[in-house]
């Protein structure tokens, strides 16, 4: 039997199901925010800046959903950066070590950052410059970067 509200509730499913996304391919709100055009050195400025001022869908925004859900930074934890500078050099990710997943992607770069980091919680040297990557993924040209993993520069 049809009803409005099993109309409802399939209508609810299937946005509760587009809004999960899959680990290889960026969200359509992603894509609607955050431009192909844009270069991996503006992505990674874009997710710091979002985390400097503690906005979590902002840096969600730039990162795949995997990232974005292990990443402490975008889940209330402030590193306190000061000093941050962002290369603008991108390099080919060197994948062979590297999971499944990030293998998945046809394009996979990294750009390294350094920053001073304040709280002394977060493992990094406090007051010190620290040298740190971001690896950006896309699967084509007209895909975003979003960023996949983070470690050391």
Same mark, same amino acid.
């Given at each position: 039997?049809?009803?409005?509200?099993?109309?409802?509730?399939?209508?609810?499913?299937?946005?509760?199901?587009? %809004?999960?996304?899959?680990? %290889?391919?960026?969200?359509?709100?992603?894509?609607? /925010?955050?431009?192909?055009?844009?270069?991996?050195?503006?992505?990674?400025?874009?997710?710091?800046?979002?985390?400097?001022?503690?906005? $979590?869908? %902002?840096?969600?925004?730039?990162?795949?959903?995997?990232?974005?859900?292990?990443?402490?930074?975008?889940?209330?934890?402030?590193?306190?950066?000061?000093?941050?500078?962002?290369?603008?050099?991108?390099?080919?990710?060197?994948?062979?070590?590297?999971?499944?997943?990030?293998?998945?992607?046809? /394009?996979?770069?990294?750009? /390294?950052?350094?920053?001073?980091?304040?709280?002394?919680?977060?493992?990094?040297?406090?007051?010190?410059?620290?040298?740190?990557?971001?690896?950006?993924?896309?699967?084509?040209? /007209?895909?975003?970067?979003?960023?996949? $993993?983070?470690?050391?520069?």
């Amino acid at each position: 039997m049809f009803t409005w509200s099993s109309v409802g509730l399939t209508l609810a499913f299937a946005v509760a199901v587009a %809004g999960c996304g899959s680990p %290889g391919q960026a969200r359509a709100d992603v894509v609607q /925010q955050h431009t192909a055009s844009e270069v991996p050195d503006d992505v990674v400025r874009a997710y710091l800046d979002a985390v400097q001022h503690e906005d $979590e869908d %902002g840096a969600a925004q730039v990162s795949t959903p995997g990232f974005a859900a292990q990443d402490q930074w975008q889940h209330g934890v402030d590193p306190g950066l000061k000093d941050v500078d962002v290369s603008s050099e991108v390099a080919p990710h060197d994948t062979t070590s590297s999971p499944d997943e990030l293998k998945a992607y046809e /394009q996979v770069v990294s750009v /390294q950052v350094t920053f001073t980091v304040t709280d002394p919680d977060q493992g990094f040297s406090t007051g010190e410059p620290s040298g740190w990557g971001y690896v950006l993924v896309r699967h084509s040209d /007209q895909e975003p970067w979003l960023i996949a $993993e983070a470690g050391n520069g």
